[in-house]
Every structure is written in structure tokens, then in C-alpha cells.
């Protein structure tokens, strides 16, 4: 009993420390290649060819039919091979979609949906996570290991104290394993998925009196600001 006990507690304090070192890239990365400095001298680090990223992008027209404009909104994400995560609106003045497409149609899907209307803001950001991938790749191998030594163990174990002990921590481990694959298969699908927020809104209609005082505001405004 004593024995088991002392090779448990080193299998975890193993995996622990080891937790915390990173492993080698992954196959995702691709073949890597030493980075060349301007005097023609290897870089000490290796620079990976692929990065995993993550886009999102936040799109906000003025269209003059909402509901159509959703219609047509859905319709061309469908096209793109993507779906709609998120719908509300209120009405005919305004909608907000939350839709996904795969990310090699997203600068496409980006263009369509901006011929829908008058773009009025647009942003589009990319999350790098590779480093994140790889932190969580490297634990969970070294959790696996330590799944299959605890199993060898419990195969081996006579003792009922033995046993319940090499149990508990076994539940343990998978329950990290568990975490981490989900956590992974989150990344791959934020990867795989762009996200575009879109926001629809209704044009507004000048009446005589609204287009007269706009263009009184548009004069007093050139008084003070040219450009």
C-alpha cells in the first residue's frame, strides 16, 4: 500500500511540474522555418507558417426596409455556408443578428452583407490563440499519461484503501481531460467560425422642414469647420 501511495504522489507531482512546460508544435502549425534577420543570421526561435485565429467583426447599416434586409442578411450567410447564433430586433426600426461563417468566406460574406445598405461603423479584429492551443495541448498529453499510469495502477492494486484512492485521483484526472477537450473543441470551432454582429437600422425619411433645417445646420456648420 505504501508503495502505490509513494508512486501516486510522484506521478502527480510529474504531471504537475510538466503541466507547466510547453511541448512542441502541434501538427496544425504546419513545418516551421528559421526567421532570417536582415544580416542574413538564423533567429534562436522557430516561427511557426500557421496561426490560429480567431475573426470577429461588428457591421452596422442604415437599410430602408429592416425586415427585407434581415431576409436578404440571412440568406447570404446562408450562401456562405454559415448560420444565424443570435436574432432580435424591435420592429421595423432596428434588428441585431449574431451570425457565423466559415472563415473562408468571411471577407465575402463582409462584402455582401455591406451592399444591403449605408455602412455606418464597421470593425473587424483577429484574437491570436495559438499559444493558448498549444498551452492546452501540451497539459492535456501530459494528463492522458498520467490517466493511463493511474489505470496500470489500479489494475495492479489488491488493497481496497489502495484502490479507492487510485479511483479518486483517476476521476480527477479525467475530469481535467474532460475540460480540456472541451476547451479545445470551443478553439477549433471560434477558429473554423468567424463571427459578424450585425446591426440593421432604419433610414430615416426627411420631411420638407426636416431637409430645410439640415441643410441650415449643414451651413452654420461650414462657418466654423471647413474640413
Not at 472541451?182 to 433610414?203: E, M, N, Y
Amino acid at each position: 500500500m505504501k508503495k502505490l501511495l509513494k508512486v501516486m504522489t510522484v506521478l502527480v507531482c510529474m504531471s504537475v511540474v510538466a503541466g507547466g512546460c510547453r511541448m512542441a508544435a502541434p501538427k496544425f502549425m504546419g513545418s516551421a522555418s528559421y526567421g532570417v534577420s536582415p544580416k542574413g543570421k538564423e533567429t534562436a526561435a522557430l516561427i511557426p507558417v500557421d496561426r490560429m485565429l480567431i475573426w470577429k467583426a461588428q457591421l452596422s447599416l442604415d437599410v430602408w426596409n429592416v425586415s427585407n434586409s434581415v431576409s436578404q442578411a440571412v440568406e447570404i450567410i446562408r450562401k456562405n455556408g454559415g448560420y444565424v447564433e443570435q436574432k432580435s430586433d424591435r420592429g421595423e426600426e432596428s434588428s441585431y443578428l449574431v451570425v457565423r461563417v466559415p472563415v473562408k468566406t468571411f471577407n465575402s460574406a463582409i462584402g455582401s452583407l455591406e451592399s444591403l445598405g449605408r455602412v455606418s461603423s464597421r470593425s473587424v479584429e483577429a484574437e491570436d490563440v495559438t499559444e493558448q492551443y498549444v498551452d492546452i495541448q501540451a497539459r492535456l498529453k501530459n494528463r492522458i499519461a498520467l490517466r493511463d499510469r493511474l489505470k496500470q495502477l489500479l489494475e495492479k492494486a489488491k488493497d481496497v484503501k489502495d484502490i479507492l484512492s487510485i479511483e479518486t485521483e483517476l476521476n480527477r484526472v479525467q475530469s481535467d481531460i474532460d475540460s480540456m477537450e472541451g476547451r479545445i473543441k470551443i478553439l477549433k470551432d471560434q477558429v473554423d467560425f468567424a463571427t459578424i454582429s450585425l446591426h440593421l437600422s432604419r433610414r430615416e425619411i426627411l420631411g420638407p422642414v426636416g431637409y430645410a433645417l439640415k441643410g441650415l445646420w449643414w451651413g452654420i456648420e461650414k462657418l466654423f469647420v471647413i474640413r
